[in-house]
């Protein structure tokens, strides 16, 4: 079965976010003044064929660690998986 | 009030995702050969001061057609503010 989990990846609060920081500017410029602040990250999907939800987010718990996100900048948050 | 919302930009489904190929076989190379499919998009978070969700929403709308997203090439889902 294949189940399709979603990983959030987005920069720690504690740091700053140069590209959301130049968004926000950006959306300033074009007129939207009441957006405060912008923090832009990744959003994964990923297409696990395993059976069941238990092992597929296990999985995506695993790919995150070892490759999708940097902890030293980033945290994760995976999302609920769908079949 | 501050209302947070969070938007998801991905590359449409028709279209090739070079980004997502190339951590797909970064993963299969760790070992984690069950995943199929890799696509990777962006995250946004907005921090917006409006005084309903409602406008929240459409500010969101807003920013994800004049600047956050690429028709062309990516699709953008808004998710429901929270307050």
Do not use: C
């Amino acid at each position: 079965m294949t189940y399709t989990v979603e990983i959030k990846v987005m920069p720690l609060k504690e740091l700053l976010d140069p590209q959301g920081k130049a968004v926000m500017s950006g959306l300033q410029n074009l007129g939207l003044n009441t957006i405060a602040d912008v923090r832009i990250g990744k959003n994964i999907t990923l297409q696990i064929d395993t059976d069941s939800e238990e092992k597929a987010k296990k999985i995506a718990e695993d790919a995150s660690k070892k490759l999708l996100a940097n902890p030293v900048m980033e945290y994760y948050e995976i999302l609920t998986p769908n079949p």
